[in-house]
């Protein structure tokens, strides 16, 4: 214990977030106590309060986390030079790959983030709040960008269009990555091929059909 508490605090919540993220992967959030993070991390649950005030703090943590890297995630797939379609099919591919590397990361960041800071809040929620807006001033200019290239439909609501396609997009990731053995049965497809189909139905929602 004596190195412990040599150790900077940032260590240690580390630490904990670290033991609570395999946790959750495993059993979920809801039924995660903070007694089962405690022993994961080998800290005592007296211990364990010093860093976290309780469980949703540690999950604001990781919410946080998640954002940070789906905004990296989704920067390289939009911001190299390149036409439209290929972008969009680079930020769709990068949005399934992460999810397939990070289930529960993928999960948290399509929770509902905070809005409201006149009131209490968690120390992460305004930063979060933050990243999220950023990821989302990412995609509505990759929207604009190929509206003034002529390759979507120049009348398309921009922000709305940002929520509907979040919505679509993660639910067709989920639903492949979720029923993957059913799409291979029923539909004769690998998980693959049904993403490629569902991207590019939604594409055409917004695109232009003379320059698809």
């Not at 993660?170 to 029923?186: F, L, N």
Request: hydrophobic content about 45%.
């Amino acid at each position: 214990m004596g190195r412990r508490k040599k150790e900077p605090e940032s260590v240690h919540r580390d630490n904990i977030a670290a033991a609570a993220e395999r946790l959750f992967a495993a059993k979920g959030i809801t039924a995660t106590t903070m007694d089962d993070i405690a022993k994961q991390a080998g800290y005592s649950k007296a211990t364990l309060y010093v860093y976290f005030t309780n469980k949703e703090e540690i999950v604001g943590l990781l919410v946080l986390k998640s954002m940070k890297m789906l905004r990296a995630v989704l920067h390289e797939a939009v911001s190299a030079p390149a036409a439209t379609k290929e972008k969009y099919e680079r930020l769709c591919h990068a949005l399934a790959q992460y999810q397939a590397q990070y289930p529960l990361y993928f999960s948290l960041a399509l929770g509902e983030i905070n809005i409201d800071f006149e009131k209490d809040h968690l120390p992460v929620e305004r930063e979060t709040f933050e990243v999220g807006e950023q990821i989302n001033a990412e995609i509505v200019q990759f929207l604009r960008s190929g509206i003034e290239a002529g390759a979507l439909l120049p009348d398309i609501p921009v922000l709305p269009t940002v929520f509907l396609f979040w919505a679509s997009l993660s639910g067709v990731i989920q639903m492949a990555a979720h029923k993957r053995a059913y799409i291979e049965q029923a539909m004769g497809q690998t998980k693959e091929q049904f993403l490629t189909y569902g991207f590019d139905r939604l594409y055409r929602l917004i695109a232009r059909e003379d320059k698809e």
